[in-house]
T-cell receptor, first 109, second 113 residues
Framework: AQRVTQPEKLLSVFKGAPVELKCNYS??????LFWYVQYSRQRLQLLLR??SRESIKGFTADLNKGETSFHLKKPFAQEEDSAMYYC???????????FGAGTRLAVHP | EAGVAQSPRYKIIEKRQSVAFWCNPI?????LYWYQQILGQGPKLLIQ????????DSQLPKDRFSAERLKGVDSTLKIQPAKLEDSAVYLC???????????FGPGTRLTVL
């Protein structure tokens, strides 16, 4: 079955600390993975996708097919990074996204 | 550019009543999606339209949920009759085509009492 697992509901860190939001997936085939973010009172929006291998707002994510993981990392967290983060898997040929349950990142001053 | 618009933003109804949600996608976006997000969970795709045709409705509870996109632009999602477990945020999203980035609306929060 196709599934995305985000094991942590809440990740709480202090400003300047490293952050790693975990994402594991189950998918038969070549996966396409994404991270979406929802800031307080804002819409869900795309943060980054694995195929572009880019760094957005200091965040990076590497697809590890051996461990079926796509963890989101940032070396130094900022207070403005506090938000809800969702890992998503594109399934099938019609752009269907399967989302994980999300991890709330709280960055404290 | 204007984003995806949804209305209403909030709706409270009693079980067995009917409710309808409206979505206006970004201009020029051919693909439209409706997601259901239950508290504590990630969004789950209910139905996907390509122009005015349905390409995926495998997770739509068709005995009570229906959706249409008659002119390939706006869409409505209806629940009739509502159950307590339908309490959720209903998100609409659109993309230029079936492989492009999805842009999400603000959502409609439905509470069924």
């Amino acid at each position: 079955a196709q599934r995305v697992t985000q094991p942590e509901k809440l990740l709480s860190v202090f400003k300047g600390a490293p952050v790693e939001l975990k994402c594991n997936y189950s998918y038969s085939g070549s996966p396409e993975l994404f991270w979406y973010v929802q800031y307080s009172r804002q819409r869900l929006q795309l943060l980054l996708r694995h195929i572009s291998r880019e760094s957005i707002k200091g965040f990076t994510a590497d697809l590890n097919k051996g461990e079926t993981s796509f963890h989101l990392k940032k070396p130094f967290a900022q207070e403005e990074d506090s938000a809800m983060y969702y890992c998503a898997l594109r399934s099938g040929g019609y752009n269907k996204l399967i989302f994980g349950a999300g991890t709330r990142l709280a960055v404290h001053p | 550019e204007a984003g995806v618009a949804q209305s209403p933003r909030y709706k409270i109804i009693e079980k067995r009543q009917s409710v309808a949600f409206w979505c206006n996608p970004i201009s020029g976006h051919a693909t439209l999606y409706w997601y259901q997000q239950i508290l504590g969970q990630g969004p789950k795709l209910l139905i996907q339209f390509q122009n005015n045709g349905v390409v995926d409705d495998s997770q739509l509870p068709k005995d009570r949920f229906s959706a249409e996109r008659l002119k390939g632009v706006d869409s409505t999602l209806k629940i009739q009759p509502a159950k307590l477990e339908d309490s959720a945020v209903y998100l609409c999203a659109s993309s230029f085509s079936g492989n492009n980035e999805q842009f999400f609306g603000p959502g409609t929060r439905l509470t069924v009492l």
